[in-house]
């Protein structure tokens, strides 16, 4: 008798398990030999024109052209105060900047290049960072040959994950991050119903790999989410006079 039950429920699971896939095969994949029944062709795709690596694409917003801090305030409110100079913008005294204007999920790219001159270690050499949304750290450091925690060197999310390899360039020499971030997703509530998740590439190399961020960045214990919408792109100022130029975004 119980095996007789048992036989009927594994039975009954295995039908319902081969509806569940017959539901999530589209009828045109078991129903058509014509090639055509699996051509999509609406939406078209935008068209976006490009150039080069690292130039904008045509639907970027350029946040930094080398000219001026317009598109930039201090993170309190207020002026950008960092110094721009030969088409470079550089962290100077009077704290962290951020966009005047609000992201969500996004593309971005930016440079940046650590002191020439190399000061102090670990954590104190070449620190600034890229708080997307404001709130989750891509960490900016000097880690060419400089060692610190691993979730805090250069191309980690801070104190979250540490980067797959060390991509970093000797200080003074330009670098890059382009990153994909989608947004975390809270309901009306507040409630997390998506984390953050991203990846991001140091000079070319896949350093982040659509890791799932725990919540916005903290520099004492654990991360944590707190609702928010859409928010700035952040610049640290860590102290350290680390400079950044060709910074856009692209909304996704
Ligand atoms: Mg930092």
Not at 62 to 85: N, T, Y
Not at 135 to 162: C, P
Not at 206 to 229: C, F, I, R, S, W
Request: hydrophobic share 35%; with cysteine; glycine share 10%.
């Amino acid at each position: 008798m119980r095996t007789n039950t048992t036989r009927i429920a594994t039975a009954i699971a295995l039908i319902a398990s081969l509806q569940t896939l017959q539901a999530q095969t589209p009828a045109w994949t078991r129903d058509s030999q014509d090639p055509k029944a699996t051509e999509v062709w609406e939406p078209v795709p935008a068209k976006v024109t490009t150039t080069t690596y690292g130039v904008a694409p045509s639907d970027a917003i350029v946040l930094f052209d080398g000219k001026d801090l317009s598109q930039w305030q201090g993170e309190a409110g207020g002026d950008a105060k960092w110094e721009v100079k030969d088409g470079v913008m550089t962290v100077a005294k009077g704290g962290g900047i951020k966009t005047k204007q609000s992201f969500g999920s996004c593309q971005i790219h930016i440079e940046w290049r650590s002191p020439a001159v190399v000061e102090s270690e670990g954590q104190g050499r070449g620190n600034s960072g890229i708080f997307i949304m404001g709130q989750y750290e891509l960490q900016v450091l000097d880690s060419y040959e400089s060692r610190t925690y691993s979730n805090g060197q250069a191309g980690s999310f801070y104190k979250q994950h540490a980067p797959l390899v060390n991509a970093t360039k000797k200080p003074g020499e330009w670098q890059t991050y382009d990153i994909i971030f989608n947004a975390p997703v809270f309901d009306e509530k507040g409630k997390l119903q998506r984390p953050a998740t991203a990846t991001v590439f140091h000079n070319g190399v896949l350093v982040q790999n659509n890791v799932t961020l725990l919540g916005g960045t903290q520099y004492k214990g654990l991360p944590v989410y707190v609702a928010h919408g859409k928010m700035p792109l952040g610049l640290q100022d860590h102290g350290n006079p680390v400079s950044y130029r060709n910074i856009w975004i692209r909304e996704l």
